[in-house]
């Protein structure tokens, strides 16, 4: 059997979505502790940091799509997919610890190698898990409305499986770390050790129970093309072939910015939470928890968006509401029309905010997932080949590279205000963090507004889906 299941059990749906929380968990450490954890505990120049990120993406630029095409072609008894979800689940949960437990004594040079080699390490092994894996989406389902619904597991769990260690951080182990030397925790370099060690063990943990999970499906499945002989020339000529469309390259340019909006972000938070707002680590762990509840909000509402709007429309209009919300409480502030830091009520406004804009954020995730979905049909009707693994290696790429570049702009931001490397909560100026603010709003702002203009031009709907979807129908109904 060949034919994409129509609706896919509630259960099929869970084993799919939970495979994220690996991505989750790695992309949450990423994100939001790296940059912190080399520039402010260990010591690093912010800017060296960025620098090793950039390298990694670079290599990530080349590992996406090899990947992606080998699990489209790839022959097995296990199928096209899991053999490389299988292989990826250790180098990934090791190399993921190690990061968090550098060398002692190790110049700022070394350190930049060490960060380089690792990140290398964890993103092309999380490229061979994520892309096969994700590219069981169209694979498990053809229905538009469908592909929403299962794609939102796939969120719910990535948000929340990596929100769920950021909570589990500032919840538990930074308050268990606090000692003489360290008065908070999230600054004692055995924290991260200890926060590297439960990481590695939720990576491996979720990689393998999506893998044996969905394992059954593997009959059901499609399979490879018959085998050609394939020269490099003619595999990266098909590769262009199959995503060379006005609508795919609007949604990978609008994508690629919209995570890099993410990852500057993300990149910042904690340090808009600790220095900007001046959070107790409980009140940011509050606010991190809310993310939980944003998980809910956006995954039950893109199905929603979904049918009432479709998949573009609900995108543009929700996700203007979303990016032009994000930094609102920011620049709110810089006009000085919040309540002063250290009242109850900016803590409140801050995490209600927060909570309902990460909401609509993956809400809007989803719905631009869905939307890359809905390209394989397309690519098929064009090329005759079923591509999945390549189109959803364009989407890890975009998510990983955006976030990744995101997080490189945040630290040469930090080093242009002047954010002191080692610098401890209260320490930096009024004027610092000012000028934080100042950068971080118009850019943040640009690139999102950005994404929206870019994405207007998506030209599927639910509609020029159907009629593809008749297309192939009748074109393997004439070749029997």
């Not at 063990?201 to 969905?214: P, R």
């Not at 707002?277 to 893109?302: H, K, P, R």
Request: proline share 4%.
């Amino acid at each position: 059997m060949t034919a994409a299941i129509e609706k896919p059990s509630f259960w099929t749906k869970i084993a799919y979505g939970f495979g994220s929380v690996a991505y989750g968990t790695k992309d949450a450490g990423l994100k939001y502790f790296l940059l912190l954890f080399y520039a402010q505990v260990v010591g690093m120049d912010a800017r060296l940091v960025s620098l090793a990120i950039l390298i990694a993406l670079v290599f990530d630029a080349i590992s996406d799509p090899i990947v992606g095409y080998w699990s489209d072609n790839f022959r097995s008894k296990w199928g096209r997919r899991h053999p490389f979800m299988y292989a990826a689940a250790i180098p990934v949960a090791v190399s993921y610890y190690f990061i968090w437990t550098p060398p002692e004594g190790w110049s700022d040079q070394a350190l930049f190698w060490y960060i380089v080699v690792l990140a290398v390490t964890i993103r092309t092994f999380i490229t061979v898990y994520e892309t096969p894996s994700t590219a069981l989406a169209p694979e498990l389902t053809d229905n538009y409305d469908e592909r929403s619904s299962i794609l939102s597991y796939r969120y719910f769990f990535g948000w929340t499986g990596g929100n769920a260690m950021a909570v589990i951080a500032f919840a538990l182990i930074f308050p268990a770390f606090v000692t003489v030397a360290y008065a908070n925790g999230q600054f004692n370099p055995d924290a991260y050790a200890f926060y590297g060690l439960v990481g590695s063990l939720v990576i491996f943990s979720a990689i393998m129970i999506s893998a044996l999970g969905t394992h059954r499906y593997i009959p059901h499945l499609r399979q490879a093309p018959p085998k050609r002989e394939m020269t490099l020339k003619m595999i990266f000529a098909e590769i262009y072939g199959t995503v060379a469309s006005g609508s795919f390259f609007a949604l990978f340019c609008a994508s690629l910015l919209a995570f890099t909006a993410s990852g500057l972000s993300a990149g910042l938070i904690f340090y808009f939470t600790t220095y900007f707002w001046g959070f107790t680590t409980e009140q940011i762990g509050a606010i991190t928890l809310g993310v939980f509840f944003s998980a809910f909000i956006g995954g039950g509402l893109a199905p929603i968006v979904t049918r009432k709007l479709g998949k573009k429309r609900g995108a543009l209009i929700v996700g203007l509401i979303a990016f032009v919300g994000a930094p609102l409480p920011i620049f709110l502030r810089l006009i000085d029309v919040l309540p002063a830091n250290g009242t109850p009520e900016i803590f409140w406004i801050v995490l209600i905010t927060n909570t309902l804009d990460v909401g609509l954020i993956i809400c809007y995730q989803i719905l631009a997932a869905s939307m890359m979905a809905d390209l394989v049909e397309q690519g098929e009707a064009k090329t005759g080949n079923r591509s999945e693994g390549l189109f959803f290696a364009a989407a890890t790429f975009m998510r990983k590279f955006g976030e990744g570049f995101g997080i490189v702009i945040a630290g040469f931001i930090l080093s242009a205000v002047g954010v002191a490397a080692g610098a401890q909560q209260g320490e930096l100026s009024d004027e610092t963090l000012w000028n934080l603010g100042a950068v971080y709003v118009p850019v943040i702002l640009g690139l999102f507004l950005t994404v929206i203009g870019i994405i207007s031009f998506y030209k599927i709907d639910r509609t020029k889906h159907e009629e593809t979807l008749r297309e192939l129908t009748a074109r393997k109904s004439a070749s029997r």
